[in-house]
């Protein structure tokens, strides 16, 4: 646990405040987003934002699986889910997450669909080896850190031969949302949301490494500080944001030096470039279409790809109009914005998909600082 | 979902598979994503996989720097209040 607590040090977060306060620039703004759900849930949990100077504003990302699955694409999870001859698998989180209707693969659970909780991708393939009578559909979403473990299954099966097992892919890749933001009219045009700096994803990055962000820093001019996950992670970022900000540079650093090199984890990178390939676009809830930002199977292993099997179709659906998610994801508004938040939207009965996960801004807003904001009436 | 712990190898149990242990609790681990490892080192765990071998001597350097940061400068002693401990 030494490498757990020992960066959730009070004392050590109090010296950190107090630097960072004698080390921004009074006369200006800081807005850094944090790209990731596991930052925002961090920032939440231990009140970093409290520690902060009042002309840093930390804003949220789109850094969460579950938020940013486009609602057809769990809609045809459910359909499919629902065949007599399907076993569908997923992990815990994407089971509560409200698809249209206010349905969920929980309630097509209760419905009689065999829906099925599993915390390892591993655990996807034992189900489909255990059940040879079964289809089994392992419902694949997540980013880079998630991404490698679905390719290593899918190779496994290959090898295994198991004929009853397929997975119905929803990755997606991290630079090409942080590129979404940095090109969307809100930023560029209309100066609705201003980003100066970027808290970069600490488990993504150790697969991917920190090179790919190289790009933004340059190209947009806006600084990446690669952070870990706990709270002194966060604030020793901040404090390298601030920093760059001041001196005018903008490069990417790598706070969480712990988990991330510049290259990598080239073996995983090695097994996701061997099952998957880039599709041209991809709809994610809140952002739309982005080019090359979801991947696919590649036709060497479509035996495998759920969407061939079972010819899965996706439509395009209306969404709760109230629900304000796909601003939240975009970094436009603020959880407290929406008039559900904490009234017909709860972590007990989500309306909207942030409110469902405990990386979505509202869920993390809901559990840690329901009090500390103004709250919409 | 990208949440991931590190978790020191107590049992090799073969080429893919090795045992953990965080805070007294074991579980068996994947090590299929990353280069071999060895006894005693630290992985950084996720949904059952490990994604990459912890880095003790960063991690260390890490914790030093924050030690002298607590030492130096004696702010309120408990500035992080989870919310829920």
Known sequence: MRYVRGFRDGP??????ALLAAEVDPQRQYHLMEFCGGHTHAIARYGVEDLLPPNIRLIHGPGCPVCVLAVPRLDAAIELAQRPDVTLVSYGDMLRVPASRR????????????????????????????????????????????????????????RLALANFSVYCNHVVTPAAILS?????????????????????????????????????????????????????????IRMLVRQLNEGRSCVENQFTRGVTSGGNAKAQGLVAEVFELRSSFEWRGLGELPYSG???????????????????????????????????????????????????????PIGSCMVSGEGACAAHFKYRRGALPTVA | MCLAIPARIVTLLDDQW?????????????????????????VIVHAGFAITRLDVEAAEKSLALFDEIAAHLKGPVDALRPRIP
């Open chain 2, 18 to 42: 090795v045992e953990t242990e965080v805070g007294g609790i074991r579980s068996r681990v994947s090590i299929a994503l990353i280069d071999p490892v060895n006894l005693g080192d630290y």
């Open chain 1, 181 to 237: 933001i940095l090109d969307s009219p809100e930023v560029r045009e209309w100066g609705q949301v201003r980003v100066d700096g970027f808290i970069g994803p600490s488990h993504v990055s150790a697969v991917i490494g920190s090179r790919p962000y190289e790009y933004f820093a340059e190209e947009y001019q806006r600084p990446v500080v690669i952070a870990g996950f706990e709270p002194l992670d966060v604030l020793q970022a």
């Open chain 1, 295 to 349: 991947l696919r199977i590649k036709s060497a292993y479509g035996e495998f790809d759920a969407e061939r099997r079972f010819g899965i179709e996706v439509r395009p659906v209306s969404e709760n109009a109230a629900c304000q998610c796909p601003g939240i994801i975009r970094g436009v508004k603020r959880p407290t914005d929406c008039a559900l938040f904490g009234t017909a939207c709860t972590p007990r009965n």
């Open chain 1, 103 to 158: 349905r969920s693969l929980l309630k097509a659970r209760a419905l009689g669909a065999d829906v099925r909780m599993i915390y390892s991708a591993y655990e996807a393939l034992q189900i489909a080896a255990a059940n040879p009578d079964r289809r089994v559909v392992f419902f694949a979403i997540g980013f880079e850190t998630t991404t490698p473990a679905t390719a290593h299954i899918i190779l496994e099966a290959h």
């Open chain 1, 12 to 17: 050590a977060a109090a010296g950190l405040a």
